[in-house]
């Protein structure tokens, strides 16, 4: 389990972070997860359901939100919730990265992930390693 600290992050929600890849692990704690998110030019973070709550803070691009089958245009200091058990995808239709840090409650990824691309994430949860820790689900 984590230590019980603080976590600084300073400038995080700051525009264009350029995070250079597709999901990131930042912390994850017992009851939460924050986790940094770069969504490429005319990609997408897939059509999905979580069981945990999600709330997604949008710092660069533009994008369509469709949550529960409504959609809704986004963009930078935008914020999105979707509660657990919604179908929901995120697709940018910008000319830039839409980028994002997302928080999870509880933590929905393992405590290590780093994601190169969309393709690379689908292939580690498909394949059972991009579980979150047992100590998270409490």
């Known amino acids: ?5 603080m976590k600084y992050f300073p400038s995080l929600l700051k525009e264009q ?3 250079g890849c597709f999901r990131k692990v930042l912390h994850t704690g017992l009851y939460s997860q924050l986790v940094a998110m770069e969504v490429p030019v005319g990609g997408d973070i897939g059509d999905e359901t979580h069981t945990v709550d999600q709330t997604l803070l949008f710092t660069s691009g533009t994008g369509r939100a469709t949550v529960a089958g409504k959609e809704q245009p986004i963009r930078a200091q935008d914020v999105v919730v979707v509660p657990a058990g919604t179908r929901h995808q995120f697709v940018n239709t910008g000319d830039v990265p839409l980028e994002l840090v997302t928080v999870y409650a509880p933590a929905e ?5 780093v994601h190169a691309s969309k393709e690379e994430g689908d292939r580690e949860e498909d394949a059972g ?5 047992a100590w998270s689900r409490r």
Request: charge should be negative; aromatic fraction near 6%.
């Open 1 to 5: 389990p984590p230590r019980h600290e």
């Open 17 to 19: 972070r350029g995070w």
């Open 109 to 113: 990824h393992d405590a290590g992930t």
């Open 129 to 133: 390693r991009d579980e979150a820790p």
